[in-house]
C-alpha cells in the first residue's frame, strides 16, 4: 500500500526557517514528479514548488521562488522543502504529492493522482 507522510510542520515567526520533508512507503520517490501544495482555510489548493523525475528541473510559484527550496533526499526516499523567510500569506496545511507531469503542469493538483496524497502537516507563522 502506497503511503505518504509529511512531517516538519508547526509555528514559527514570520521571518523563520522551517523545512518540511515527505516520505513515501511502497514506493520511490525517485520515479515520481513530486509536488509540494498548500492549502489555507478558505482557498484553494495552491502548487508552491515541484520537482522533475530527473531530479534536475525545479518549478516554483511566484509567491514562494527565491524563499523556498525543493530537493530530492534520495538515500531517505524523501523530497524535502526548505522554506526560508516565511511570511504572513504562508500559513496552510502543507501536502506533497506523486505523479508523472513533465513540464510545470506540476504546479497543478489535477495532475495528481488522488490515491498519490499525504495527510498534510501544519505551518503556523506568528509572533
Known amino acids: 500500500q502506497v503511503q505518504f507522510v509529511e512531517s516538519g510542520g508547526g509555528l514559527v515567526k514570520p521571518g523563520g526557517p522551517l523545512r518540511l520533508s515527505c516520505t513515501a512507503s511502497?514506493?520511490?520517490?525517485?520515479?515520481?514528479?513530486i509536488g509540494w501544495f498548500r492549502q489555507a482555510p478558505g482557498k484553494g489548493r495552491e502548487g508552491i514548488p515541484c520537482i522533475m523525475k530527473d531530479g534536475g528541473r525545479t518549478y516554483y510559484a511566484d509567491s514562494v521562488a527565491g524563499r523556498f527550496t525543493i530537493s530530492r533526499d534520495t538515500d531517505n526516499n524523501a523530497v524535502t522543502l526548505q522554506m526560508d523567510n516565511l511570511r504572513a500569506q504562508d500559513p496552510a496545511v502543507y501536502y506533497c504529492?506523486?505523479?508523472?507531469?513533465?513540464?510545470?503542469?506540476?504546479?497543478?493538483?489535477?495532475?495528481?493522482?488522488?490515491?498519490?496524497w499525504g495527510k498534510g502537516t501544519l505551518v503556523t507563522v506568528s509572533s
Open positions: 504529492a506523486a505523479g508523472y507531469a513533465t513540464t510545470n503542469h506540476c504546479l497543478l493538483a489535477r495532475y495528481y493522482g488522488r490515491n498519490y
Open positions: 511502497g514506493l520511490s520517490l525517485d520515479n515520481y514528479a
